[in-house]
């Protein structure tokens, strides 16, 4: 006999699967006894593997078993001859005491081996140290001897600093050494790191005095008036030969010696620092400026004050200067001084980076030193007329727009080099920004947002009372994507211009914070200036007519546009990175205060939330004096009760007040969506139905009316009419008046049910839609219909 198949639901999901893979059509059931041959044959197979693999497990528990006992064994001995040792170590005396064991005596014995291991180690580290120092001190007092005598030879000066280098670097190989491994002879490395520096401090300015010697010897700097430049356009008198490039033989080994020689000791002064910091704050000493390349800048420095000092009225000439100096010799920094810098192995460090830093770093010092200082005199200066304090903001402007196309240009002379720009306070962008000269007065920062704020106000000013500016703008004029699809006013565009000029003037200041709070008391001002010039249209279109007129509404509509179109384009200008920065504190964490949208947001998080506050008021408000005019004319039509008790061929008519209070409704919504951008149409279209449905519901449905047969029929057009006019904009509009779609429901649909009982029940409601009505709403509307025979 054969069984039945078992129902599906107790099968598995691979068991279905392979029935209806072999089962699957009736001529298949004809090959079923050879498909049930090679199942057995298949389930025989895994029933021999299986057994085979219990056989093996079986064999292998056995083995692992005697190889546990053996272990056991092993184990039982080592702790009984351990036992032993330890009474052997120790034996009872006659009198009663203990003996001490062996194994105390020989702990003391080791104790006493490693102390005096110790102190050789200590005897020998400190001789070595002692002639280290002592060959360093000797080698630094001959070339003091050999400097003192009137013609000293320079080869035996470099050869006595080479070999005083040497023996130093040796010297604090060995207090690298001592510290990782007897952090305790801290007083040893304090009494040699104090002879060292008295050796330095002798050793470093005299390697510096005889390089400027043998620079000035070489005729370093040449006559800026003639400098050679790399443009070939530019015409002048006859250019004069790089001195880096023009030096041979002797003067060209001296200069190779006395440059390594820096460079040697400014990479033993940062492995001094490294090691004696370690643990600290140590980022400022691992990456000082180049002392070789200070000392080709600091004279060219001081020759080009001397030009600088007459041209304090006409900055752009200092700035011209600075720029073809450094354009003149970052070629020769590659060329000739990069190989000598990575010879010395003096890693982190390119000469083109170092020489624009530097020459910029100047051009700063003379900024904060000669320019800035008069005019801020200027502008506090007591008594002083006005002319005069608006020519010092002109001037300063002025400054800030050469410093921006300074920078600009330099740093694409650092871009050759290869390296990005690192965007940290402290990296290379500090370096190779004019704008540092900031990062030292924070003082002059808040000056300057104070006259870019008041320059850009007084131009915004002049833009906001311009009724051609509140037109909707132009695709081709916009800097919003999207902008005349949501009807954005030209305003919004011609402020976001101005705060973004405004902002990218500080993009160049160096510091993350600098920057945050330049922009924070620039472009709040301005973003509250735009928003108090919104509210204000607003409130004069209010004031006049009440939002009852229609051009009124389009004013409204017009400021409401410019306000969502404004927040939406800084949502998107606030994700560049310049702005996510400042939402990173010092460790490069998020700032989030428990709030994630402030970081989202950026420094504009707070007007951002006021333009949407904005916007949601005012829209409350359109559909709020939409739906007051909408009430008044409904008056007659809720007023009329006898209405809902006719029969149902006085029904087939519309009721004339609603539909004129329909009209109204949609020519007002007709104007909206017209002047409104489709997001903020959709807001009030929707506030809309939601008014009328608590409107019609608690004046109609919920005040105790009598309804007829004809009388729902006739309520039943007038919402048919309703429903119409919100269909433009939506697929199914009785969905947004949920209470007065149930009720109408209700009352068409409860005939049946009210025949022996007063009541629905859940089942019945829930059957028939009404999912938004309470038990008592229910109730008091089924007792509210009344049928005819």
């Known amino acids: 006999m054969t069984r039945p198949i078992p129902p599906h639901t107790s099968l598995s999901s691979h068991a279905l699967y392979f029935l209806n893979s072999h089962l699957s059509s009736k001529e298949d059931l004809d090959s079923a006894p050879n498909l049930l041959s090679e199942l057995r044959i298949q389930s025989d197979a895994l029933d021999r593997t299986l057994a085979g693999l219990n056989e093996e497990l079986r064999s292998q528990l056995t083995r692992h078993s005697s190889f546990s006992n053996r272990i056991g064994s092993l184990f039982s001995n080592i702790h009984a001859q351990l036992e032993d040792l330890h009474h052997s170590s120790a ?13 105390v005596e020989l702990q003391a014995l080791a104790k006493e081996v490693a102390r005096v291991e110790t102190v050789r180690n200590y005897a020998e580290t400190a001789l070595k140290l002692d002639t280290l120092v002592g060959d360093v001190e000797d080698a630094v007092s001959s070339t003091m001897t050999r400097t003192l005598r009137k013609h000293p030879t320079s080869k035996d000066l470099e050869d006595m600093r080479a070999v005083a280098l040497k023996t130093l670097k040796s010297t604090e ?17 304090s009494a040699v790191d104090h002879r060292i520096d008295r050796a330095l401090a002798i050793l470093r300015p005299q390697a510096i005095a005889d390089h400027r010697t043998l620079l000035t010897s070489l005729g370093w700097p040449p006559p800026l008036s003639t ?56 980022d400022v000493f691992l990456h000082q400026p180049l002392w070789v390349i200070e000392e080709l800048v ?39 001084l990069q190989p000598l810098v990575d010879e010395a192995m003096l890693s982190g460090y390119s000469c083109r980076e170092e020489w624009i830093s530097a020459m910029v770093s100047s051009l700063s010092t003379y900024l904060a030193k000669e320019i800035f200082p008069i005019y801020i005199n200027q502008l506090e200066e007591e008594g002083s007329d006005n002319a005069i304090q608006a020519q010092a903001r ?66 915004l000013n002049a833009q906001i009372e311009d009724d051609r500016n509140w037109i909707i703008a132009g695709q081709k004029d916009s800097v919003f994507s999207g902008q005349e699809e949501n009807k954005s006013p030209t305003i919004s565009s011609a402020v976001l211009k101005r705060l973004s000029s405004v902002i990218d003037r500080c993009r160049s200041v160096p510091s993350i914070s600098l920057r945050s709070k330049f ?63 400042m939402g990173l504190d010092q460790s490069g964490n998020l700032v989030t205060d428990g709030d994630f949208s402030a970081v989202s947001n950026g420094v504009f998080h707070e007007e951002l939330k006021n333009f949407e506050e904005f916007r949601t008021e005012w829209v409350e408000k359109l559909s709020t004096v939409v739906l007051r005019g909408f009430d008044s004319l409904c008056r007659g039509y809720i007023k009329n009760k006898k209405q809902w008790q006719e029969k149902s061929e006085e029904a087939l008519t519309l009721s004339p007040s609603f539909i004129e209070a329909m009209d109204y409704l949609q020519g007002k919504l007709s104007v909206l969506e017209k002047g409104l951008n489709k997001v903020d149409f959709t807001r009030v279209w929707r506030s809309l139905a939601f008014g009328v449905d608590k409107f019609i519901f608690s004046n109609i449905f919920m005040a105790n009316l009598k309804f007829h047969d004809g009388g729902v029929e006739r309520l039943c057009n007038d919402l ?52 938004h009505l309470s038990a008592s709403e229910v109730e008091k509307i089924m007792k509210n219909r009344v049928f005819t025979t």
């Not at 006859?238 to 020689?261: H, I, R, W």
């Not at 400054?399 to 050759?416: E, G, T, W, Y």
């Not at 002059?444 to 008041?454: K, M, V």
């Open 519 to 581: 922009v924070k008391s620039t472009g709040g001002p301005i973003i509250h200036k735009f928003l108090g010039s919104l509210r204000q249209r607003c409130q004069e279109a209010e004031g006049l007519t009440a939002l009852t007129d229609d051009s009124a509404l389009t004013k409204v509509a017009n400021s409401i546009n410019g306000a969502h179109c404004f927040e939406t384009a800084l949502v998107e200008f606030c994700e560049d990175v310049f702005f996510l920065e």
């Open 298 to 336: 600091n004279p060219i420095s001081i020759a080009s004050q001397r030009h600088f000092s007459k041209w304090i009225e006409k900055p752009e000439y200092i700035f011209a200067l600075v720029y073809k100096i450094t354009r003149d010799y970052v070629d020769s920094m590659d060329d000739l």
């Open 173 to 189: 190989d060995v207090l690298s050494s001592v510290r990782k491994k007897y952090p305790q002879w801290a007083r040893l490395i």
């Open 720 to 771: 048919t009419v309703l429903f119409a006019v919100f269909g433009a904009w939506c697929l199914r509009p009785e969905g947004f008046f949920p209470k007065v779609n149930d009720g109408l429901k209700l009352l068409r649909n409860a005939k049946k049910q009210l025949k022996n009982t007063l009541i629905a029940d859940e089942r019945w409601l829930r059957d028939n839609g009404i999912r």
């Open 227 to 282: 400098l050679s430049s790399s443009n070939p356009d530019m015409k002048g008198s006859a250019p004069v030969q790089n001195p880096l490039f023009t030096m041979q033989g002797d003067f060209k080994l001296q200069y190779c010696e006395s440059f390594l020689a820096l460079c040697g000791l400014q990479e033993l002064q940062r492995k001094r620092k490294t090691r004696q910091l370690e643990g600290q704050y140590k």
């Open 91 to 103: 034996r009872p005396q006659s009198d009663g005491g203990l003996e001490r064991g062996m194994g």
């Open 394 to 459: 002109i001037s300063w402007l002025n400054l800030i727009d050469l410093m921006i196309a300074f920078d600009k240009r330099v740093q694409s002379l650092a871009a050759h080099s290869g390296v990005t720009l690192s965007l940290q306070e402290d990296g290379n962008m500090q370096k190779m920004s004019s704008f540092a000269v900031f990062c030292d007065r924070p003082d002059w920062l808040d000056l300057w947002s104070e006259i870019e704020l008041n320059d850009a106000l007084y131009k």
